[in-house]
């Protein structure tokens, strides 16, 4: 599979990024040996780079996965700590729980702050621009939904590696149009930051334009790598022959089976308000006296199940 290095970075990663959300307790909450075998089958075919967060909890199926093949994949984390100590906390509980002496990207976990994320979060910053002078962590970045972030990434000297939702459709881009943050994704890459696409197909949402919206985001010059979340031994298949050039008119999707949707169960709901603080896609609305999902915006990336202390909110 085809590499790229991810900017001014010594890393190179597979176009084709393994997403690790899907399959864990925010989504679809997949056997901790089914996640490790899907992983060991990507590792073996040739994917170099996964995506993980903290939030996420998938730490154990990629250490199983590395111990299990003896591949050392290209490892992207990140955190929503807002403090130093908070953010170096983070930053060790994934060095543990991966049993590894470095960590090759950091990012701070942003999706709906605007460009104040480096000024609300600067500790955190610090934080992780020291673990890059320890050698601990190697790359420095942001993850985000917001164009006026990924504006401000292009000329912050302190990031390295730039993480936006891009899709075909805009699908989850906050402070802006598709088009503003193509052209600020095209800013990061001109300034030599390493980029690298969430949600290119909305979440599920775009499945039947696979083809058309994998393109049009491989079709943006620089861009390293596309994270593509992934649950099944069918979904992996599918993708890793799509990155390698090897479709043909026979291959088949199974969009029905990529859909996901995430519903509010009422008679739990106290109303709090926590999963409409922490919807990156400001998909969560008031109704009632209860929290309702806006299907038309969501984009199920499952944030709101971990905000939810009552675990009213539910995957079907």
Excluded: W
């Amino acid at each position: 599979m085809k590499k790229n290095r991810l900017g001014k970075t010594d890393l190179y990663v597979t176009e084709l990024c393994f997403g690790a959300l899907p399959f864990g307790p925010l989504q679809k909450n997949v056997p901790v040996d089914e996640c490790t075998n899907l992983l060991i089958e990507a590792l073996k075919a040739g994917i170099n780079f996964i995506d993980t967060a903290q939030m996420y909890l998938t730490y154990e199926p990629i250490r199983r996965a590395m111990e299990a093949t003896g591949i050392r994949p290209v490892i992207a984390s990140k955190s929503v700590a807002g403090g130093y100590e908070d953010m170096q906390k983070a930053v060790e509980e994934a060095l543990t729980q991966l049993n590894i002496d470095t960590i090759d990207i950091f990012l701070l976990h942003a999706a709906r702050i605007d460009e104040s994320v480096f000024t609300q979060r600067a500790e955190a910053l610090r934080c992780l621009l020291d673990c890059k002078a320890r050698g601990i962590v190697r790359a420095v970045g942001v993850s985000t939904h917001s164009v006026r972030t990924v504006r401000a990434a292009a000329n912050n000297s302190d990031i390295d590696i730039v993480f936006p939702i891009l899709n075909l459709s805009g699908l989850g881009i906050l402070h802006g149009t598709r088009d503003e943050m193509e052209e600020a994704v095209k800013d990061c890459i001109a300034n030599g930051k390493g980029v690298y696409i969430m949600k290119a197909l909305g979440g599920g949402i775009l499945i039947d334009s696979y083809k058309q919206a994998l393109d049009y985001v491989r079709g943006i010059p620089g861009v390293a790598s596309v994270a593509m979340g992934m649950v099944s031994p069918q979904e992996l298949s599918y993708n890793i022959r799509y990155f390698n050039s090897e479709l043909d008119e026979t291959d088949v999707i199974h969009a029905d089976h990529a859909r996901k949707r995430f519903i509010v169960v009422k008679i739990l709901c106290t109303n709090c308000g926590r999963c409409r603080e922490t919807c990156p896609n400001e998909a969560i609305e008031e109704s009632g006296g209860v929290s309702v999902i806006n299907e038309a915006r969501c984009l199920t990336c499952g944030y709101c199940v971990s905000s939810c202390g009552e675990f009213a909110i539910r995957m079907v």
